[in-house]
């Protein structure tokens, strides 16, 4: 069965800081991957999905993450981290022939900007 | 291009009672799913539907059941309320069934109960 690990449960940053937040998922074949926001008071929103080609993914607002398939890992990066940045993010994945609701979430990452 | 709506935005129920939550997909778009978001446990997937059809159910009880209208809009209905219910109920929708298809979420209901 298809699982998503997200080890740190709250991250606290100052402004201009890096972050690397971590995703691993466990499943034997390939996976599609994503990483959703929820800022507060708003929509989940996607910001970045993998189905194939290029490991390294470019999202919106300056996000980007790595599939590396020997860690079965997808972390969400982003060089520098704006106060605007504070939200929950939750990695994702289901196996590339299933149907959408097959889509796993993992327990999700509170991160706090301070300014 | 309006999103996925959901209401009500918040919903307070005593144990015991039933809740109904509504969702209106993106035009369009013709499966939707809902999800539970309990504190601290991401987001546990509870039904999905398309094209008028339950097409598959989380590890739920069936306490939690729903439907899906002509229109495409769906229900979520919770039976016999239980104080471990209360949580972020989010809706999602998306054109096909794929998983290449992009899931939309609405901003959800809160339910609580008491």
């Known amino acids: 069965a298809q699982s998503v690990s997200q080890h740190n449960h709250h991250v606290i940053l100052s402004e201009a800081a890096s972050l690397e937040l971590g995703c691993n998922y466990s499943?034997?074949?390939?996976?599609?991957l994503f990483w959703y926001v929820q800022y507060p008071g708003q929509h989940l929103q996607l910001l970045l999905k993998y189905f194939s080609g290029d490991p390294l993914v470019k999202g919106i607002k300056g996000f980007e993450a790595e599939f590396i398939k020997s860690k079965f890992s997808f972390n969400l990066r982003k060089p520098s981290v704006q106060w605007s940045d504070t939200a929950e993010y939750f990695c994702a994945v289901n196996a590339e022939y299933s149907s959408a609701s097959k889509i796993i979430f993992g327990s999700g990452t509170r991160l706090s900007i301070r300014p | 291009e309006a999103g996925v709506t959901q209401s009500p935005t918040h919903l307070i129920k005593t144990r015991g009672q039933q809740a109904t939550l509504r969702c209106s997909p993106i035009s369009g778009h013709t499966s939707v799913y809902w999800y539970q978001q309990a504190l601290g446990l991401g987001l546990q997937f509870l039904l999905w539907y398309d094209e008028g059809e339950e097409r598959n159910r989380g590890n739920f009880p069936p306490r939690f059941s729903g439907r899906q209208f002509p229109n495409y809009s769906s229900e979520l209905n919770v039976n016999a309320l239980e104080l471990e219910d209360s949580a972020l109920y989010l809706c999602a929708s998306s054109r096909g069934q794929g998983p290449y298809n992009e899931q939309f979420f609405g901003p959800g209901t809160r339910l609580t109960v008491l």
């Open positions: 499943y034997g074949g390939t996976v599609n």
